[in-house]
């Protein structure tokens, strides 16, 4: 099975960092959904929320308001300068 291998960053702190199935982050020009070898991507961020799918299913999210992600050879990361946690976060 394919994985992506996730780091999301503000400007002081590593949010997320590990393994997971599926990203969705909100681009500037619409949602973007991140799988396994996807082409190499970089897209600035709008207002909306990062969700981090893991193989089990369980999904981690985030509230970002700008920033940026980069994908390269199932490595994705996103800086943004900050990240608030959701409600539905587990």
């Given at each position: 099975?394919?994985?992506?291998?996730?780091?999301?960053?503000?400007s002081?702190?590593?949010?997320?960092?590990?393994?997971?199935?599926?990203?969705?982050?909100?681009?500037?020009?619409?949602?973007?959904?991140?799988?396994?070898?996807?082409?190499?991507?970089?897209?600035?961020?709008?207002?909306?929320?990062?969700?981090?799918?893991?193989?089990?299913?369980?999904?981690?999210?985030?509230?970002?308001?700008?920033g940026?992600?980069?994908?390269?050879?199932?490595?994705?990361?996103?800086?943004?300068?900050?990240?608030?946690?959701?409600?539905?976060?587990?």
């Amino acid at each position: 099975m394919s994985t992506l291998e996730v780091t999301f960053v503000t400007s002081d702190r590593t949010v997320w960092s590990g393994q997971a199935a599926q990203v969705v982050v909100p681009a500037v020009d619409g949602s973007i959904g991140i799988l396994p070898q996807m082409q190499p991507t970089l897209a600035v961020l709008g207002e909306g929320k990062v969700r981090i799918i893991d193989h089990d299913g369980s999904v981690a999210e985030r509230a970002v308001q700008g920033g940026f992600v980069s994908v390269d050879s199932d490595v994705v990361t996103i800086g943004v300068d900050d990240a608030e946690r959701l409600d539905s976060d587990h």
